[in-house]
Each structure stands twice: as C-alpha cells, then as structure tokens.
C-alpha cells in the first residue's frame, strides 16, 4: 500500500483548470478566454520585440548564471521602483521604498502576506468582493485572516462604492486594504480618481494599511503613468503603503516570474520631523548610519538594529527615520524569502533592468504596450457593437465599454457559464469573466451569439 493512501484528488484550480479543459475540448469552434494572457489577433502567444531585443543583448554580453543576492537584482530593483512611483517621486527621493524582488506578482503577494502574518499578528486584509481568485489562496496559506469588503454592484455591473466605504469604515483599525492598482480583475471596473480619494480619506482615518496589486501597469490603458496614479496618489499624501507588482502582462514575461514588493515606509511625523530640522549637517551622518545598518544586515539580526539606533541619540534626531526603517523592513523581507526559494531568478529581472534602464529600448516598449492595449480597446467596443446589434431584448450593455483592461465581466452566471463552454465552446470562468486579450475582431460575433443565447 502506498503511503499517499489517505490524500485526495484536489479540485482543478478555478482559472488555470479552465486552460486544462480547453486544450482537452476538440472543437474548431472553441474560445479560450480564461486564462489572462495577451494573444494576437490571430490568437497567438506574443513576445514582445523589446524583450528579444534586450535579450539579444544580455546573450552579447555573455552574463553569467551566478546567484543574485535573497533581495535581487539591484539595478531591477531600482527601476521596478522609479516605474511604479516616478524617478521624481519623494518617496523615491527620500529613500522611503523598501523593495526587493519577487517571484512575479503572486511571490511577492505572499511575501508580503508572509510579513503581514509575522510582524503584524491577528490583523485582517480586506479584499474586494469578487477579486482575482488567487489572493484567498495566498492569505490562506499565509494563515492570514482575511474579510471580504463590498465592490461590484450586480444591479449596475458597476462599483458599489457606498458599500465599499461603509464596510473599509467598519473594518477593524489598523487593517489592510488590498487594493487593485488599476483593471479590477475580475470586473474591470476601476474607481474613478475622485472615488480613490475619498477611499484614501477613509483608510487613512481608520488608520488601515493600503496593500496595492498592481499587475496591468501600462497595459490597462496603454499609458504607465495614468495606471500608477492610484499608488501615487497614496504615497503623495505621505501614507505608508505596500505594494505587489507584476511584468507578467505589461512585458508578456509570464513564465519568466518578475515582480517585486515595495515597503514606502513613513509616517506624518517622522517625515515632517525630518523635514523641520535643517539637515545639511545631518546628511553625511544619515548616509553613514543607512551604509552602516546595510553592512551588517546580513549577520545581526534586528534587536541589534534596534540597539544600534536607540543608543545613537543624535541619529535619533538627525537621520531619516524613513529611509533606515526602509532597511529594516527589507532585512526582514530578505530573512522571509531565503528560507522560501533563498534568491530570485535572474532572467527576466536582467530583461526588464534593461528595457526600463535604456531610453530607446523604454521607448518601443510604450508603444507596444499601447498597441497591446489599443488591440484589447478594439476587441471590446466591437463586442460591445456585435452584442448592442444583436440583441434585441433592448438589454444595455453599455457597461462593457466602461470597463477597462483585458478582462470582462459580462454578469453570466455560474450556470449561463457553463452553458458558454458546454454549448458555445467557448471557455471563461464560472464567475463570468473573459479575457479580452484571448478574443480576435473575428470571432466577436460568434461570442456574441453565445453570451445573448446563454444570458437568455
Ligand atoms: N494580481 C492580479 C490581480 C492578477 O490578475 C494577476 C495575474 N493574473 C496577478 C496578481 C499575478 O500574476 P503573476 O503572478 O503572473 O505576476
């Protein structure tokens, strides 16, 4: 007898086993719009030109394979941060990021769920109800509890803003928020900039910790700018925030698992404290006590930190507070992730260090970018078109055009779901999302025919 007796089969997960059903369906017919990966109008994987370009160079220059440090590489780093914030930003500026590199989006929510669960015990993430299925899975395994906060609103296929900001209110302070940068998934129903400011205003009030996902930067609406102005805002108002990004879908990177997680670490105080005191003189200092705090990193661990800077009256009044509790948090990151995977991989961080860091290689990736998101614009409104044409229940179906990103939520059902892929051949998620990106201006009608045969 096998020793395995007792384990059981588990269930397929809800949007990779959607993929797994797909390839199993010998259809010609067949649609798959689970999974959210970008495919060409001919429905094709895409490598993007910039990515062989860089990697063309990297071959060039015949790099080496030799571990990366736990925290990753530090020229990604440096620049998976400037993305995300601006170069100009402050928070960069002032040395407020903490950011080490992870396994894509999905390792770096789980070190960060990691770091949660072991420096801030018994607190709750609220996640958005629905959200991307993954995030309960994470929180779980993390033995993180987590609560639900009101979102999408079935009557209008639209945000239920009002319920979202009653239960953030309620949620027990000091929680955290996890927050979609921008293209919901899996509504695509983003808040307008107004609405993240009142959702700003009432996590600060309550003093909550905003933990934004941000994985379509640049691919929502084609501009890295307007898809980080959900993270900015927060960090322009001084609030402390953590946050997971992804090259999955901007770079197509999928499979070669590049992220990151950044800290911005500050507080009111402290930064205001720092900004009072002249600090000419102190400038040296702090760059001494930040080297010095890095060197020994690696060997002391953090009650010797703690000495080190509470024995220091004159760092205590001169430093920035903000850039060395950056440190910290980092050496903490660093001591979750070494016993995880102990370093992450080198490719793809080497990809993106060299298409963000070289201006004409950032330049082409822009414009693929936009014509990735610009071909995903065209999908939906000739969905939208095909759908508005074909019904003739006079259902509005407006909301489609409103949403944005590469996924849809139509307001199938679990059972007008399963009618899509066991009638239509046509593969979504049960909670009736499609991925735009898996669609071509082609087979718009014949989706449409499904959804209006399906919803009716
Ligand atoms: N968060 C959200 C909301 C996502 O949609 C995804 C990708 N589907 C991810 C995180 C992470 O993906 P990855 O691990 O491939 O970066």
Avoid at 5 to 14: F, K, L, N, R, V
Avoid at 128 to 153: L, Q
Avoid at 185 to 197: A, L
Wanted: include cysteine; proline fraction near 4%.
């Amino acid at each position: 007898v096998s020793r395995f007796e007792g384990i059981a089969m588990a269930p397929p997960d809800p949007i990779l086993g959607v993929s797994e059903a797909f390839r199993a369906d010998t259809d010609v017919k067949k649609l798959n719009l689970g999974v959210g990966a970008y495919r060409t109008e001919e429905l094709q994987p895409y490598v993007l030109d910039v990515v062989k370009k860089a990697e063309n160079l990297m071959l060039e220059r015949g790099e080496n394979k030799e571990y990366l440090p736990i925290e990753g590489l530090a020229a990604f780093n440096k620049v998976t941060a400037e993305l995300l914030f601006g170069a100009d930003n402050p928070v960069i500026k002032q040395q407020k990021v903490a950011t080490i590199q992870g396994l894509s989006g999905t390792g770096s929510l789980r070190l960060a769920a990691a770091f949660i669960e072991r420096y801030f015990p018994g607190a709750q993430v609220l996640i958005s109800s629905p959200t991307w299925g993954n995030h309960k899975n994470i929180f779980n395994d993390a033995r993180v509890p987590w609560s639900e906060y009101r979102y999408y609103d079935p009557k209008t296929v639209g945000l239920d803003f009002e319920g979202m900001i009653s239960d953030i209110k309620a949620a027990p302070e000091g929680s955290f928020v996890l927050l979609h940068g921008c293209a919901h998934n899996p509504t695509g129903i983003d808040p307008t900039p107004e609405q993240w400011e009142k959702i700003s205003d009432v996590i600060q009030e309550k003093n909550h910790i905003p933990f934004f996902d941000v994985a379509y930067q640049g691919f929502a609406s084609g501009s890295l700018d307007a898809d980080a102005s959900s993270v900015r805002l927060f960090a322009a108002r001084g609030m402390e925030l953590l946050i997971a990004q992804s090259y999955s879908k901007n770079l197509g990177l999928y499979a070669e698992r590049i992220g990151a997680i950044n800290v911005v670490c500050s507080t009111a105080d402290a930064a205001a404290r720092c900004e009072d005191i002249d600090c000419t003189l102190s400038r040296d200092m702090e760059e001494m006590v930040v080297k010095s705090v890095r060197l020994v990193s690696d060997v002391w661990n953090i009650t010797h930190y703690l000495l080190l800077i509470s024995w220091c009256p004159l760092v205590n009044l001169c430093c920035n507070w903000d850039s060395v509790k950056g440190v910290l948090v980092k050496s903490q990151l660093k001591r979750i992730a070494r016993p995880m995977y102990s370093n992450p991989p080198v490719h793809g961080a080497r990809i993106v260090a060299n298409v963000v860091g070289d201006p004409a290689l950032f330049n082409e990736w822009k414009a693929e970018m936009e014509m990735m998101a610009g071909r995903i614009k065209n999908v939906r409104q000739k969905l939208f078109d095909s759908l508005s044409a074909k019904d003739k229940s006079g259902k509005d179906w407006s909301f489609i055009l409103k949403q944005i990103g590469m996924f849809s939520f139509t307001g199938l059902n679990k059972t007008q779901s399963e009618s899509m892929t066991n009638k239509w051949h046509v593969y979504l998620t049960k909670d009736g999302r499609i991925s735009l990106a898996g669609l071509s201006l082609a087979k718009c009608e014949y989706l449409a025919d499904a959804i209006i045969d399906s919803y009716h």
